[in-house]
């Protein structure tokens, strides 16, 4: 079967690549910007997780590289090294295909890895550079690094380098690049004072948008299911078990939340995994590896987790707290069911979530509303009945209010008066509809 990507014009050891990965036909936002950035033009990709933007902009650059020139030709920047290290895992599967007399030769350069080593290695430049920002810029300032010969910059999980406080550094970083830069911007969400660094180094970008709905909806059964006062600990262990999923990610809105819940469920006999900014650069990488060897079945974890990191294999995603930054439910979704497969996002939530649900409706998801009772699945009725009955109410309190007139003279408790008379009407009413019936 020829792979759909081959209309790209992408060179034979791209294409091996593509096969060896499986991928046949391009997503949506690689089919729009590859082209324009096989040309060298500078593109803005604002997409959620799981929509294959990251090959949308590895095999174009890859593809770039020039084998003979033994010099920096690119630069990708990540805001977690994490995220590098992954980045830089998915060069080597494209780069090992390459079968020229030279190689394409890729490093990572993160935080907490043996500097000194790092600089000893760069006595021969790569052609690709994938890393955090800091640690980049460390090495260019070394005067280790030379960048100035790479015409492409790669800014990945955009708005979170500037959540993270890294935008600075990527600036930096471009301002000691080639001066026709390519820049390639990928972000879920595009921040006013993201759009100050991209009108300083991008004139004119190519720009798309892949929409959130058309991330999730299709292959996540989204699930509501109500705490109802009840011990949310305790149903989270119950739907765990009750799942009893390949892998799932749960998620918390804090680091301290997520701590909490973990030593919960771990007291409760299960073996959990966690995954949040506290742990050290050692106590992340080694528990990174552990989830990958299906060392746990459940991972709770914070929002870092759901930004770019691939962790493969997970079949459920929990949020046990709705996030207060919306766009980040989707980021929490798209963990799962990705590279075709299906997957379940199930959400506990709570009477003051209301709001928030709504929004999340607002914005194309569509929730299926379960409860889990005696071990079994209950499917409930649509959640806006109570509010329904709560309008009807409402309707019987302004009828009540015509006929139960304020006294044109008032005298010392006419309110309290009012209030019994409307309360009767009331009544009377709603017998009288009760027998209609």
């Known amino acids: ?48 997780t799981g929509t294959g933007k990251t090959h949308a902009y590895l095999l174009p650059v890859i593809n770039n590289i020039d084998p003979a020139k033994q010099e920096v030709q690119a630069v990708i920047t990540a805001p977690t090294r994490e995220l590098a290290n992954q980045i830089y895992q998915e060069v080597l599967k494209v780069t090992q295909f390459y079968d020229g007399s030279e190689q394409i030769t890729a490093r990572c350069y993160v935080g907490g890895t043996d500097k000194q080593r790092t600089l000893e290695k760069l006595k021969v430049q790569p052609h690709i550079v994938v890393g955090t920002p800091g640690r980049i810029l460390d090495l260019i300032k070394e005067q280790a690094l030379h960048v100035y010969t790479s015409n492409s910059l790669v800014v990945d999980e955009a708005d979170l380098m500037l959540d993270m406080g890294f935008i600075n550094e990527v600036d930096q970083i471009a ?111 080694k528990m990174m590896k552990q989830i990958k060897d299906l060392d746990f079945q459940y991972v709770v974890a914070t929002d870092l987790a759901a930004r770019g990191i691939d962790i493969e294999g997970v079949s459920h995603v929990i949020n046990f707290e709705i996030p207060s930054d919306l766009d980040f439910y989707v980021h929490r979704v798209g963990r799962t069911a990705r590279a075709g497969y299906s997957g379940i996002a199930a959400t506990l939530y709570d009477p003051s979530d209301e709001d928030a649900i709504v929004k999340l409706e607002k914005m194309g998801i569509t929730f299926k509303q379960q409860d889990l009772r005696n071990n079994e699945w209950v499917e409930l009725g649509a959640r806006d009945k109570r509010n329904k009955r709560k309008k009807q109410l409402n309707g019987l309190d302004i009828e009540a209010k015509k006929i139960v007139r304020k006294p044109s003279k008032v005298k010392p408790g006419y309110k309290k008066k009012m209030k019994n008379d409307m309360e009767q009407y009331k009544k009377r009413q709603r017998r009288i509809n009760k027998r209609t019936k």
């Open 1 to 48: 079967m020829n792979s759909q990507f081959e209309r790209f014009g992408l060179e034979p050891f791209i294409i091996k690549a593509i096969n060896s990965l499986q991928f046949y036909k391009p997503t949506d936002i690689q089919e729009r910007l590859i082209p324009s950035i096989l040309k060298g033009e500078s593109v803005i990709g604002q997409s959620q």
């Open 175 to 285: 301002a000691r690049m080639a001066e026709k830069l390519q820049i390639l911007v990928f972000s879920a969400t595009i921040p006013e004072k993201l759009k100050q660094f991209l009108r300083k180094y991008m004139d004119n970008p190519k720009y798309s948008h892949v929409a959130p709905n058309q991330v999730t909806v299709t292959s996540v059964e989204q699930i509501l299911i109500p705490s109802r006062h009840r011990d949310k600990v305790q149903i989270l262990h119950d739907i765990l078990l009750k799942y009893n999923p390949y892998l799932a990610i749960v998620f918390t809105n804090t680091k301290v939340k997520a701590d909490e819940v973990a030593d919960s469920l771990i007291k409760k006999g299960l073996k959990v995994g966690r995954l949040h900014g506290d742990l050290s650069p050692r106590d992340r990488k």
